[in-house]
């Protein structure tokens, strides 16, 4: 009776290892798959960690008088210009850009989801997410994999390319540790940025195996110089745009959440960090395509 | 023999296979390290008074704000010492410190403390409820927190004392809830708030902030002080505007060459129709455009 007894126990403790090794091997699977950022079978649009798709609208309850009118000449408060940002910000007149065929300065990719309007997006193929906006009537492509082509000409929407996103990601820091610059003002000339690149960044990416997150971060370059806001804040053909989407549903609400970083060392004294929001409505209703204008919020 | 004798434990070894599979995916579900000091990119916040554009104000909420004036400040309970998160964490350019507390015997996550120069704030993270609806309100209420897909913490604040929503005035109840999210995104750090209020607001009012990871920084420690009744203004007295009575309530707007109606919030104005609708609304005569020109 008792051998049967430790016969049974002896296959239920085979069973136990079989079940233990086969948990190990499918959880450091999942594991492996999460940090290679996608199944290896499956597509962006497969194993997206995330669902932006569809029709979102901008609530503007933060820098209302930056966003919903056109803001006066030379007021570029709290945004971190150098002192040819602002040269160039004084100079702003939209009449040039109007004679130029410039309208669509203001609607470039450092600045078209601060301004107010209708997103629709959608998957235009596996690998590529597809940004329509209503006002400006602009499209952003957002590449997800690789990196930007070499001789591409510069475009207002630049090229993106979209990956989820990774723990640790660094990015350039200023010295110090104070608050923030934000004024301007030529008292802070000298405080320049510095990079965290470099060996430094290689080494801890070497040494490091990032988990990844669910948010989605995109990174542009290759953009045609344009407009931080409407009225003539500069950022350059150089800068290098960093965006982070998430999204949130509260009280039964979707939202979209968009951290932008705007890297320009040609006119901002350091990164400068905007936030828009989007509430997703179930349709395009409402949407209204307008072209790019130098006299107009939206 | 032996095996008769482990017979039980073969049990307890089955219950230890989730325990297993968690451990070996760990690495995958670790949360976000929040810790660390943070240096503000806060931008925006110089508010004039009549300027409650993007606030979702209801017409008592306006009603509210439009009673204040700046002599509000001189009230002992509305001191800096005072300033709830959702207040603070926003318009006050601030470093940040946030710390998380273990348990010392589980080293699991009891809670987060967000310190900065003017407010420190516990977040629970141990699943503890929040307070009945007749325990004590503080300026920072009482939060409770959880990690949400991996990378976010949401914590949810209630049981806040009346607190303002801006420094001139818009006014958030007592009955608010806020609703925040916390993301790090590399070396950014972004919070979202969320204010939900019955009373003074028709929709949900969002703001969002960042802050860059700074880990020679030192935050300050809280220093303030309470003036004692009396001492700054009259005792008992409350200063404020009646209903109708602001004299600087348009100043703002006609600075901008705003439509008053457009200052003074509400959820409409906060949709991008509203800007067709502005077009065809009365405007004052502007005084200025120079506004800023300080720096230029």
Redesign the interface.
């Known amino acids: 009776m008792e051998m049967q007894s430790g016969s049974v126990t002896l296959r239920t403790g085979r069973m136990f290892l079989f079940v233990a090794g086969l948990s190990l091997v499918v959880a450091a699977n999942l594991s492996g798959q999460i940090r290679n950022n996608a199944s290896p079978t499956g597509t962006p649009r497969a194993t997206a960690l995330k669902d932006f798709t569809g029709y979102w609208v901008s609530v503007v309850t933060e820098d209302w008088r930056y966003r919903m009118v056109v803001p006066d000449k030379g007021d570029y408060v709290d945004v971190p210009l150098n002192a040819e940002g602002r040269r160039t910000a004084n100079a702003w007149e939209p009449v040039n850009d109007q004679t130029a065929g410039n309208q669509c300065k203001s609607y470039g990719a450092a600045a078209i989801m601060y301004v107010p309007g209708r997103l629709h997006i959608y998957w235009q193929d596996d690998n590529t997410l597809r940004i329509d906006t209503d006002s400006g009537t602009q499209t952003r492509l957002l590449h997800f994999g690789g990196s930007a082509p070499e001789n591409l000409a510069p475009e207002w929407q630049g090229y993106s390319v979209a990956r989820w996103g990774e723990e640790n990601e660094p990015i350039v820091q200023r010295v110090g540790g104070g608050g923030p610059v934000g004024q301007g003002g030529p008292e802070y000339e000298n405080q320049l940025p510095v990079g965290n690149t470099g060996a430094n960044r290689q080494d801890r990416e070497e040494d490091y195996k990032p988990v990844p997150r669910n948010y989605l971060k995109v990174t542009t370059t290759l953009m045609r110089p344009g407009y931080l806001r409407k009225n003539g804040i500069p950022y350059s053909g150089n800068a290098r745009l960093e965006e982070y989407f998430n999204r949130f549903t509260y009280a039964g609400q979707t939202w979209m959440f968009v951290t932008t970083v705007v890297n320009d060392p040609q006119y901002l004294i350091e990164p400068y960090i905007m936030h828009s929001h989007f509430k997703k409505i179930p349709d395009g209703s409402g949407w209204d395509p307008t072209p790019c204008r130098v006299d107009e919020p939206r | 023999?032996?095996?008769?004798k482990?017979?039980w434990k073969?049990k307890d070894?089955?219950l230890l296979?989730p325990l297993?599979?968690?451990l070996?995916?760990r690495?995958?579900w670790?949360q976000?390290?929040l810790n660390g000091?943070w240096?503000?990119?806060?931008?925006?916040d110089?508010r004039d008074i009549g300027?409650y554009?993007?606030?979702?104000l209801n017409e008592v909420g306006l009603l509210r704000a439009e009673s204040w004036t700046p002599d509000q400040d001189a009230l002992p309970e509305n001191g800096r010492c005072y300033w709830p998160a959702d207040l603070g964490l926003r318009v006050a350019?601030?470093?940040l410190y946030i710390y998380q507390e273990l348990d010392s015997a589980t080293q699991q996550i009891v809670a987060y403390h967000l310190h900065t120069a003017w407010l420190d704030q516990t977040i629970w993270m141990d699943g503890r409820p929040h307070p009945p609806d007749y325990a004590l309100r503080t300026y920072q209420g009482f939060s409770t927190g959880k990690w949400?897909?991996?990378?976010?913490l949401?914590y949810t604040t209630d049981h806040f004392k009346e607190g303002f929503l801006t420094r001139t005035g818009a006014i958030r109840s007592s009955k608010a809830a806020v609703?925040s999210?916390i993301?790090?995104?590399?070396?950014?750090l972004?919070i979202?708030m969320?204010i939900?209020d019955p009373v003074y607001l028709t929709e949900?009012?969002?703001?969002?902030?960042?802050w860059?990871?700074?880990p020679?920084?030192?935050t300050a420690t809280q220093h303030c002080e309470i003036p004692a009744e009396g001492t700054l203004l009259p005792a008992g007295s409350v200063p404020s505007f009646l209903p109708g009575q602001n004299d600087s309530l348009s100043d703002f707007a006609i600075e901008?060459?705003?439509p008053l109606e457009?200052a003074l919030g509400g959820a409409e104005?906060?949709?991008?129709?509203?800007?067709k609708k502005?077009k065809t609304m009365k405007r004052a005569p502007r005084t200025t455009?120079?506004?800023?020109?300080r720096?230029?």
Do not use: C
């Open positions: 023999m032996r095996f008769a482990v017979d073969m070894l089955w296979l297993l599979t968690m070996a995916s690495s995958a670790a976000v390290d000091e240096s503000p990119r806060i931008y925006n110089n300027d554009t993007g606030i979702p350019p601030s470093q949400q897909d991996k990378d976010t949401v609703t999210l993301n790090r995104y590399g070396n950014i972004t979202t969320i939900d949900p009012y969002i703001r969002e902030s960042s860059v990871y700074a020679n920084q030192v901008y060459g705003l457009s104005t906060t949709y991008p129709e509203y800007i502005m455009t120079t506004h800023y020109r720096f230029g």
